[in-house]
């Protein structure tokens, strides 16, 4: 296969009012529609402090810093807006499916499931779990929430926010992201699994998708035996996963023995 430089086109610019927090995920699902998960900006330039979400952007359904979003690359140039988005007819910007996320970095299709990794800032990572038939419009909490938790508050108003199905205590770790749900042949015992991983500690875990929920994690890879600075996960034809490192490595997870 070649790709056909020539053929790039712009689809759409986010512009960033600071250089952190930007997203990492980028998915198609099985109608063609194009979902992009984008961070709230993290501080501003210039500004080192690391600021919560200093211009707002997690709980403002019109900004697509700190959402969800899902357009049609096909139905139109540059592109078209679903006709069931959640906020067509006003409330928030067209192109969100959902918000209040700090720094989305994983997402995964699984049936009629949506799960998001999304990256904490000092308390908690979390793993958001919504199903595709009624979970557009989400509001997954940030900044009024960290995981389970009000964020840097003693109390908040949580109601209509959607709580993280995994919660994950810092400071073991500080970046979660997010894989697939194996559905491969070569590792049977883990089939049906949803994988994730941290970027610092090094470790890979798991835990079984049932029904709507996550259940217990299991640790894959004990930080001892660390892939150093996950990144991503990807899957190949077959179903079969591999890692990817900020060093630039790929590596394929398999069955001990």
Known sequence: MVLDAGSRREILRVEQAGPAHQGGTMRFDEYG?????LGDGGFLEGDFTWMPDPLGHGQDPHSLPGSL???DVDGAFPYA?????PFVGGGGAPEVWAYGLRNP???TFEREL???ADVGRGGWEEVNVVSLADGAGS???WSIMEGPECFQLETCDDRGLVPPELALPRPDLCAVIGGPVYRGAQIPEVAGQYFYADLCTG???SALVEGDRLGEQTV???AADSVPQVTAFFVDSEGEMYLLTLGGEIHRIEAQG
């Open 33 to 37: 529609h194009l979902w992009v998960g």
């Open 69 to 71: 979003i899902r357009i």
């Open 81 to 85: 807006i679903p006709g069931d988005n």
């Open 105 to 107: 970095w994983g997402l």
């Open 114 to 116: 949506v799960l998001i």
């Open 139 to 141: 509001n997954f909490g």
């Open 203 to 205: 470790w890979v875990r």
């Open 220 to 222: 894959r890879i004990e």
